[in-house]
């Protein structure tokens, strides 16, 4: 069995998560919960929200760079399959950054240190130990868009051509392994995403005046999908609205919505459109009839 193509039907109870920042650890758990799955959690100290341990059978903390304790935590409860979700924002080398003997083997192991290597590098360690690592979606699929308008209206003229520069842009960045969101005004590209994550991309947007602008933001084409898919929220909606964002791309399949009724609303009441496209060309003739 395909761990990336993991129906929900395939799932064994307990289920596993290692936890990050965020809300979208919670959103698992409720929903593995309410399909008669236990959790066993692995929370990130400093980033994992304190709440999840209400939703987990057991909860066992870590620091970055613990995972031996990871994995004897999730096989001691016998956890044959485990989720990543949430992310990791805060690197803390004194209090927060604990290597141990596993995570010096796995590190060692490795030939480059960024972000796709390092997850690549985990989830190896797990699989070895006998846990697979299958896609949050599988749990989340009311969170994942499909193709279509989603709020708002088709592309067309300027905006059109600025959505296919972002695409174009994205691509390239998230290749490159640098981040995933793009954001251009005018025909020029005004903002790309790196270590500072997609609000702070928005947020420098906003010293750059001109017409209405787009944000795109793409999975990285070397992405491993059961992990660090793109995620939105409310506050990508808000913050889109202050820095003059009209419109919102999104790749079909490929990203995560928190909350997405709460989005959709806020976008609305805010005049800015969502489009989920699976391809470039998607952005020219997606409709609202395209959703599926």
Request: with cysteine; aromatic share 4%; net charge positive.
């Amino acid at each position: 069995m395909n761990a990336a193509t993991t129906s929900l039907s395939d799932i064994t109870s307990p289920v596993g998560l290692i936890a990050g920042n965020g809300h979208f650890p919670l959103e698992f758990a409720q929903r593995a919960r309410a399909h008669g799955l236990s959790v066993v959690v692995v929370a990130i100290h400093g980033e994992a929200d304190k709440k999840i341990e209400s939703l987990a059978e057991r909860c066992t903390w870590v620091k970055l760079g613990q995972f031996g304790k990871l994995i004897r935590s999730l096989k001691s409860s016998g956890v044959k399959q485990a989720a990543f979700l949430g992310g990791i924002t805060r690197v803390d080398f004194v209090g927060g950054f604990r290597i141990d003997w596993r995570g010096l083997k796995m590190l060692s192991r490795l030939r480059s240190f960024n972000d796709d290597a390092m997850l690549r590098g985990i989830i190896r360690e797990l699989e070895e130990s006998g846990i697979s690592v299958i896609a949050p979606t599988v749990l989340l699929e009311e969170s994942v868009p499909k193709r279509g308008v989603i709020t708002g209206r088709k592309l067309q003229g300027d905006l059109l051509e600025d959505a296919k520069l972002g695409w174009d842009a994205a691509r390239t960045l998230g290749a490159l392994d640098i981040g995933q969101s793009v954001v251009v005004r005018n025909k020029t590209i005004v903002a790309v995403e790196a270590v500072e994550g997609t609000d702070a991309t928005i947020g420098r947007a906003a010293n750059v005046r001109g017409g209405p602008g787009v944000l795109v933001k793409l999975a990285k084409p070397i992405q491993d999908l059961r992990v660090d898919l793109p995620a939105i929220g409310v506050r990508t909606i808000e913050g889109m609205h202050s820095s003059n964002l009209k419109t919102l791309i999104l790749e079909a399949g490929k990203c995560l919505m928190h909350e997405p009724q709460a989005i959709i609303q806020a976008a609305i009441a805010r005049d800015i459109t969502i489009i989920a496209a699976e391809c470039r060309e998607d952005l020219a003739t997606v409709y609202e009839r395209d959703v599926r």
